[in-house]
């Protein structure tokens, strides 16, 4: 049964000549394929006839197929991960060789493994036959690598270099190209690197998906445009004329609805104008097929999917068009819809902002908290002889508002610049309602010198959500994810993607009225503050063997606040998505008048500028219990 991989290698030098099965991949998951109860929310037997567009997907993966490389762009959940999945199984099945699986990291990896490729083997009987229970110590079965008889599957991620150059490998599978980085371990692009072990297979297989990410820097844009650009076509009910399905262009069949009600969302048919009810959904889909609209490079089949064909159950256009409405007035959030519902590539509106013209929008708040708040966050950066720290309100649809600088004088060694901040973060601001209201959650850098101190200042107020932060090197990843607690402290450490902070940033910035994403900023700050948001630029660099990569760089030296503003939309997010949505209802309460706000007369300074250096902290409110 476990063969070693010295053996396995042999084998697949000396290739096997016996002819490919002829049973495709999507008939073998009609036949075999069994979904858990733990990884499906549609647990049974898999049936392809429930999602027809995966159809062609998964038979251009089987060994008869003459495509060597099949790329798939598409929006999130429409199952494409399914289809790798389903090549998997055929593969330790029906088709055993050397087979390795991509992940944007090995923690992604490990994950995938444990959650997704684990239960399908359990639930599947020829699979659990062929791959030994994970229980015994040689298995050959661990959360990396799955031997088979005849075969063996990696799963590893795009930043380990180790895990790409390990052997020979006839089957790839590359999920979620745009999120790898840029290069690993100084050797290239990791896409590059892994298909190079394909190289010695005359019949491989090259498997590339991706939800899409930016115009120009997209991998699997990229791939998708060399290839032949297949769409899939549904057939008009009522005139039956045959084109793909889009968002609102005219000129192919697009989804409309009436003026205010998304939920009324539905398909005008490009030929006869006709509107089609989503019911007709399902035949439409049966009856559709793929059709290439480019001639491609004569090797890569490429498939565009988008979530307007999820089948009914799954994402309707209703919840698409409400979704739509909710995030259209915001760049940063309307790229993720457009990447992850329609599956296309967000095009940036130029790549920095001029601090200039920020000048004309600074706006005189009634409060220190102005309607419209409904939590206060705080973001602290270390420099070498002091502190720099924000707080800031944010609302529905992360509509934000500055509500305090200050810079603490001090050596981030001793001990007395922290006591300072411990009487920043305490204080309470007053909402233009009369209530006071107090920072939620607040976060430390700690990716300078002085991480030791920020760990041990956090650790001792993670109760009251002070965590460290610290920016991160993979791009196309969310701000915020799942924290770590590797460290001497066992402190829950965030690590931030920075490059999304920044995008979202300046793609706010170029909001140009108060609403959603709308940042807000207040009269007292000064040219330089404005100089410091605006201080970075988005470039494009080429890198080799990977082409067009976006990077910032800086435009002068202080960029403190930038940072601040996006360690700050970083404690909001550590709060979760939930809370998030719920803002709205918050800021109501806030602004709900205290009856007895009257009887509070006592002169509460504003934050002062000095020059030159700063703001001087507030003097008034400050509570000690912080530091308890
Ligand atoms: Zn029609």
Same mark, same amino acid.
């Given at each position: ?16 000549? !016996? ?91 490990? /994950? ?9 083997? !359990? ?231 001029? !601090? ?29 002889? /002091? ?22 004088? =001090?050596?981030? !060694? ?48 993670? =109760?009251? /959500? ?10 196309? /990843? ?105 803002? =709205? ?44």
């Amino acid at each position: 049964m476990s063969a070693t991989v010295a053996d396995l290698c042999a084998a697949a030098f000396g290739e096997s000549l !016996a002819p490919e099965p002829l049973l495709t991949v999507s008939s073998w998951a009609d036949e075999f394929r069994l979904l858990s109860s733990t990884a499906s929310s549609e647990p049974g037997r898999w049936r392809t006839a429930r999602t027809p567009y995966l159809r062609d997907i998964m038979d251009c993966l089987s060994p008869s197929h003459p495509a060597e490389r099949v790329v798939v762009m598409s929006g999130a959940q429409i199952g494409k991960t399914e289809c790798g999945n389903n090549w998997i199984g055929y593969v330790i099945h029906r088709s055993p060789g050397p087979m390795l699986m991509v992940q944007p990291t090995v923690e992604i990896a490990k /994950r995938v493994s444990k959650q997704r490729i684990a239960p399908m083997i !359990a639930a599947t009987p020829v699979l659990r036959e062929r791959v030994a229970e994970s229980r015994s110590r040689d298995s050959g079965n661990t959360v990396q690598v799955k031997e088979f008889e005849g075969g063996l599957l990696i799963i590893t991620g795009a930043n380990s270099g180790a895990g790409l150059r390990s052997m020979p490998i006839r089957f790839l599978f590359m999920d979620e190209v745009d999120e790898y980085p840029g290069d690993v371990d100084g050797q290239g692009d990791p896409v590059a690197l892994a298909e190079k072990r394909t190289a010695t297979f005359a019949r491989r297989k090259v498997f590339l998906t991706s939800t899409p990410t930016i115009k120009g820097l997209s991998r699997i844009e990229r791939e998708y445009l060399e290839s032949d650009q297949r769409r899939f076509f549904l057939g008009c009910p009522e005139c039956g004329h045959p084109d793909y399905l889009v968002w609102r262009d005219v000129g192919h069949h697009r989804i409309e609805w009436e003026e205010g009600s998304p939920k009324t969302a539905h398909m005008v048919c490009s030929g006869c104008g006709t509107r089609i009810d989503e019911r007709y959904k399902t035949e439409m889909l049966e009856a559709g097929e793929w059709r290439p609209t480019a001639q491609g490079d004569g090797h890569t089949v490429g498939f565009h999917l988008s979530a307007l064909y999820s089948p009914l159950g799954w994402k309707s256009w209703a919840q698409c068009a409400s979704e739509f409405v909710r995030v259209k007035e915001d760049p940063f959030r309307l790229k993720t819809w457009v990447n992850t519902v329609l599956g296309e590539t967000w095009e940036e509106r130029g790549d920095s902002v001029e !601090a200039g013209s920020l000048m004309a929008r600074l706006e005189k708040f009634p409060a220190e908290v102005p309607t419209g708040v409904g939590v206060l966050v705080a973001a602290v950066d270390v420099q070498g002889d /002091r502190l720099e720290a924000v707080v800031k309100g944010y609302g529905a649809g992360e509509e934000s508002w500055l509500v305090a600088f200050t810079q603490l004088h =001090g050596d981030p !060694a001793r001990e007395s610049v922290w006591h300072d901040l411990d009487r920043f973060l305490a204080q309470s601001f007053e909402h233009e309602s009369g209530q006071k209201l107090k920072v939620e959650c607040a976060v430390v850098d700690s990716g300078g010198a002085h991480t030791e101190h920020v760990y041990r200042y956090c650790k001792a107020r993670q =109760g009251r /959500r002070v965590f460290p932060v610290k920016g991160g090197t993979i791009a196309g /990843r969310p701000l915020v994810e799942r924290p770590s607690t590797h460290n001497r402290y066992r402190v829950k450490l965030f690590v931030l993607c920075v490059d999304t902070g920044k995008d979202s940033v300046f793609s706010r910035l170029r909001i140009p009225a108060a609403g959603p994403g709308y940042l807000h900023l207040p009269d007292w700050v000064d040219e330089e503050y404005l100089a410091q948001l605006t201080a970075e630029k988005a470039i494009r660099k080429y890198v080799k063997g990977r082409g067009a990569v976006r990077e910032w760089v800086k435009l002068r030296e202080r960029n403190e606040a930038l940072d601040l503003e996006v360690y700050a939309l970083a404690a909001l997010h550590i709060l979760g998505p939930t809370f998030v949505r719920g803002l =709205g209802e918050r800021a109501a309460q806030f602004a709900r008048p205290v009856a007895e706000a009257a009887t509070q007369t006592e002169e509460q300074p504003r934050p002062v500028m000095r020059r030159p250096g700063g703001w001087i902290p507030r003097r008034t409110g400050w509570v000690n219990g912080w530091r308890s």
